[in-house]
């Protein structure tokens, strides 16, 4: 590839590999955005764009670390784009907010999957998406061996409206891409919100287990949880 290739994703049980990079000889019609997503059939050596619009455009803004489902057909990743699916936006005057958007390569889709419970949009850290140093949004995604299920951490902080979550930190949580719930993962015997960051989360191929690391106070020793 003529630009830098990283972060890369490989399928459980597919011939795939999710990456992002900012090469412009990868596909047919090279992306003009910036780095984009792609994944790559290591049977066939082709190369598909994953950060692409129903219309076909590349994103119009960075993309992240993505994920990919068991056999490599459905792809997650972050994405600071606004024209990737109907209804994308910038969430506040601040800039604009990490939302997770998946590929699907069999029907050729892609759909957001972060959504506020509030129809106002995201409520982010005051003070986050004004400095260069933070991100405001949702990241580091991981999927079942199905597809249905996808963790992933976030410090907006409603998009589980069955929790207040007003600490202003990365939180770690989990969506039903079936049915379209988001529910806070990262929560204190009380069932609140934990004290302290809680990120890079990872799931179990049926979904039963998720593994995250934090450092809230309220949850146990700082480190590691399941």
């Given amino acids: 590839a003529s630009g830098r290739s990283s972060v890369a994703s490989v399928a459980a049980v597919g011939p795939f590999v999710a990456f992002k990079s900012s090469g412009r000889d990868l596909v047919e019609e090279p992306a ?26 590349d994103a119009n803004g960075s993309t992240a670390t993505p994920a990919l489902d068991g056999d490599g057909t459905l792809l997650v990743v972050p994405a600071q784009a606004t024209n990737l699916a109907r209804g994308s936006r910038w969430d506040d005057d ?50 079942t061996l199905d597809g249905r299920y996808v963790v992933f951490d976030s410090n907006a902080g409603n998009l ?43 799931i179990a191929a049926d979904g039963r287990w998720v593994v995250f690391r934090s450092r809230a106070a309220d949850l146990g020793p700082e480190g590691i949880y399941v």
């Fill in 32 to 57: 003009t955005q910036g780095a984009q997503t792609f994944r790559a059939n290591l049977e066939d050596l082709s190369v598909a764009l994953a950060s692409v619009s129903n219309h076909g455009r």
């Fill in 94 to 143: 601040r800039g604009s907010a990490w939302h997770l958007f998946s590929r699907d390569f069999i029907a050729e889709t892609t759909t957001q999957e972060t959504t506020a419970a509030s129809p106002a949009g995201l409520q982010l850290p005051p003070a986050a998406c004004g400095l260069v140093d933070l991100q405001c949004g949702s990241f580091s995604p991981d999927l």
């Fill in 160 to 202: 589980d409206a069955s929790v207040p979550d007003d600490n202003a930190q990365f939180d770690v949580f989990v969506l039903d891409r079936v049915t379209g719930q988001t529910r806070l993962l990262s929560r204190n015997a009380d069932g609140e919100a934990a004290d302290g960051m809680s990120d890079a989360p990872e």
